[in-house]
């Protein structure tokens, strides 16, 4: 690890973390436009992806971006997009179809905390009684600001929350299978492989359950709608991936995630306030501040040294 020049590649990762968040932060408002819109949650996946694919391979054979797969096993590759793109964005979206845009962004930030869990289970990876505590605290955080919210009924959204936690799981996995996969493959390397596995599984699927094929749905839409799904497939499936296994790559798998998702939910509970009419009030503030308080204060206490953190 490189720590002579490690103050500009903090402030790399700090821009990348930014942008990154910024555009996951705003997927979970844009998803719903095109959901609303009478776009099923496979048919939104497949064109996202197909986009991805698209603009990332054009990159890719414009030269902008370079990959190189020789001698290295693209099984390891297709295993880690199983996990993400595939698996978890069927969970994430169909979850964020049935919850608010704050609560979608509220528990994908619990992904951290997931990490050490996962970690703690598949990989025997042991944590401090601090970081327990800091696990409970951030879980508080995120049913104070869903129980206190107005019209609340835990019936009504049960199957919701239970979908939205699966794609919390499968995000860990997906953390911790990416972080050995950057071992062989660079972050564009494992960019590529992603894109096009979920251009080709979303949209065998999607015809598989009957949908609409590649840009059907988008024949009759608004631009508005068009302008979402176009924002989800090159920013959100393409641009966030390549920052994603960059910082995976140059950090530790909780770290990386938190940083992230820390940043992500607090742009994704302001869009959703502002941008789709969410509920606000005292236990959105309260419950905001816990999330990120207790995953700031599990990660760091897991974390490395800061000087061996970026390489």
Known sequence: MVTKH????????????????CFWGLSFYTTKIALDAGISE????????????????????????????????????????????????IFETWGIGLITTSESSLFIATIPLMVLIT???????????????????????????????????????????????????????????????????????????????????????????????????????????????????VCCSCICYIIFNYVLSVMNAASASNLISNSTTAIGVISGVVLAGDPFGWYTVVGLLMTIGGIWLASIEESMDPNEVIR
């Open 119 to 233: 970690g703690r289970l598949f990989y025997k990876r042991k944590f401090s009684r601090k970081t327990g505590i800091s696990i409970i605290i951030a879980l508080i955080g995120v049913s104070t600001c869903i129980v206190f919210a107005d019209g609340f009924t835990f019936e009504g959204k049960f199957f919701g929350y239970l979908i939205i936690s699966v794609a919390v799981f499968l995000g860990a996995l997906y953390c911790h299978a990416s972080a050995h996969a950057s071992e062989t493959f660079s972050a564009m390397e494992m960019t590529f492989v992603m894109t096009v596995s979920g251009a080709a599984f979303f949209n065998a699927a999607n015809l598989a359950v009957g949908g609409r094929f590649a840009w059907a749905p988008l024949a009759d839409a608004d631009l508005r709608v068009i302008s979402a799904v176009i924002f989800l497939g």
């Open 42 to 89: 496979m048919e939104l996946l497949s064109i996202r992806w197909t986009i991805g694919a698209i603009a990332f391979v054009s990159m890719t054979l414009l030269g902008v971006v370079k990959v190189n797969f020789k001698g290295k096993s693209i099984k390891t590759a297709i295993y880690v997009a199983m996990f993400q793109p595939c698996f978890y964005s």
């Open 6 to 21: 490690s103050n500009q590649s903090r402030l790399k990762v700090a821009l990348l973390v930014f942008t990154c968040a």
